[in-house]
């Protein structure tokens, strides 16, 4: 998780009057940028799942299945799921 970048880790370009126009970071800080929005992009398909959820009248009418019923009947055996 990103806390803090350090300011000398930040360069910025600045155009014939002196105003930024883009800025550079080294690689390493970019992998951790990335990081951190795949983990806030994750955050909100799990906040928007469970929103989904909260409203729902059952797990089947957001598309949710049991597990036993997307299973064969070799892999609900195996699973100990078999009702026989």
């Known amino acids: 998780?990103?806390?803090?970048?350090?300011?000398?880790?930040?360069?910025?370009?600045?155009?014939?009057?002196?105003?930024?126009?883009?800025?550079?970071i080294d690689y390493e800080?970019?992998?951790a940028v990335l990081h951190a929005l795949?983990?806030?992009?994750?955050?909100?398909?799990?906040k928007s799942y469970?929103?989904?959820r909260r409203k729902a009248r059952s797990p089947e009418e957001?598309?949710?299945e049991l597990l036993p019923e997307?299973?064969?009947d070799g892999d609900k055996k195996n699973a100990g799921l078999d009702r026989s």
């Open 50 to 52: 469970l929103e989904r």
């Open 70 to 72: 997307t299973l064969n």
């Open 62 to 64: 957001i598309g949710l």
């Open 38 to 46: 795949e983990q806030l992009d994750d955050w909100a398909t799990a």
């Open 29 to 31: 800080m970019w992998q």
């Open 1 to 24: 998780m990103i806390t803090y970048i350090p300011p000398e880790k930040i360069r910025y370009l600045v155009d014939e009057q002196g105003r930024p126009t883009d800025v550079l």
